[in-house]
């Protein structure tokens, strides 16, 4: 939550040769408007549903990261003829215990704000570890903007953390549900190092969706194409043009 389109640019840089490769940014996050009508799933599933008739490129391969692939489950449930494959990127239809409990801790330790991009650096050294400068960097210059003060602070709708927080429980068994509708190819992908995806809600996705394809992504935490690229985009181009 709160990432951008250009998450995605060192992975669409490797995919272009093969594919066309279109990363947005979602209600509420980047330049895109903070929305007023709210961030229910449904809405994000809609803005997706609405972005895809727009462009006229259904059916299509939809990737999600995150909040992303949390999305893209409501989407692929509620709009079955829209995707020829669906990617989710460690997060399924709900969250571990375990990985609520690092988000609540993160949380409170975050700042909101920051002098320049290089303490915004240091600072996400803690949330991600081990990751790249480069791509801790990279969400500073996109992800923050200045406020009338000068300061840095995040582009993101101040509100999303809270209103998303207060949606989770109410829509869980809504995302299970979708989650068991979902019609096309589907490969999740786990950080081998993240707590998001646990066994118990592994095993249920499992169970509900026997022909998914679950892949562990070594050497990788949360965001996984700060981790590791480049086998993220071998296993994309494996499973979407076989």
């Given at each position: ?111 909101k704000e920051w002098n320049t991009i290089q303490q ?34 995040p582009k993101a709708d101040p509100e999303l953390s ?72 071998d296993q994309l181009r494996q499973f979407l043009l076989?």
């Amino acid at each position: 939550m709160g990432g951008t389109a250009a998450g995605w640019h060192e992975v669409a840089q490797l995919l272009r040769r093969d594919f066309r490769v279109i990363s947005i940014d979602q209600r509420g996050h980047g330049d895109s408007d903070h929305a007023l009508t709210g961030y229910a799933v449904t809405s994000f599933a809609s803005d997706l549903a609405t972005f895809a008739v727009t462009l006229n490129i259904i059916p299509y391969n939809y990737c999600g990261l995150s909040l992303g692939a949390r999305n893209g489950i409501a989407y692929a449930g509620d709009y079955p003829d829209h995707l020829s494959h669906l990617v989710l990127l460690d997060l399924g239809p709900e969250i571990s215990k375990a990985a609520l409990k690092l988000g609540q801790s993160t949380g409170t330790i975050r700042k909101k704000e920051w002098n320049t991009i290089q303490q915004f650096v240091e600072d996400m050294r803690i949330e991600y570890p081990g990751a790249p400068d480069e791509y801790i960097r990279m969400r500073g210059e996109t992800e923050l903007t200045q406020n009338h003060a000068g300061t840095l602070v995040p582009k993101a709708d101040p509100e999303l953390s809270r209103i998303m927080s207060s949606l989770r429980p109410k829509e869980q068994s809504y995302l299970w549900e979708c989650w068991s509708r979902i019609s096309c190819p589907l490969m999740v992908l786990r950080g081998d190092r993240s707590p998001y995806i646990d066994e118990s809600i592994a095993r249920r996705m499992k169970v509900l969706q026997p022909s998914a394809h679950f892949l562990d992504v070594p050497n990788s935490n949360h965001s996984i194409p700060a981790y590791n690229s480049r086998f993220l985009v071998d296993q994309l181009r494996q499973f979407l043009l076989d």
